[in-house]
């Protein structure tokens, strides 16, 4: 789930997303732990201009690996 604004008229080849808890350090950032998009639904009412109905999901390509961040 994230706001429309960030991903709109973006291509889903083009978007990941990194799955953290609340951890999120730039040092440690690695392609590895990304999970890239399959597909975006943005709200069928959204307006770039207004930023009404700023919500949209994006439906993983694959499933998110648990760990101790994530569960």
């Given at each position: ?10 291509s ?25 998009a ?14 009404n ?19």
């Amino acid at each position: 789930l994230t706001a429309a604004h960030c991903i709109f008229g973006w291509s889903p080849r083009y978007v990941g997303v990194i799955p953290r808890l609340h951890v999120f350090n730039v040092s440690s950032w690695s392609p590895s732990i990304a999970v890239m998009a399959e597909r975006i639904y943005v709200h069928e009412s959204y307006d770039d201009i207004t930023l009404n109905d700023d919500i949209a999901v994006i439906r993983l390509g694959t499933a998110v690996p648990l760990d101790d961040q994530v569960n």
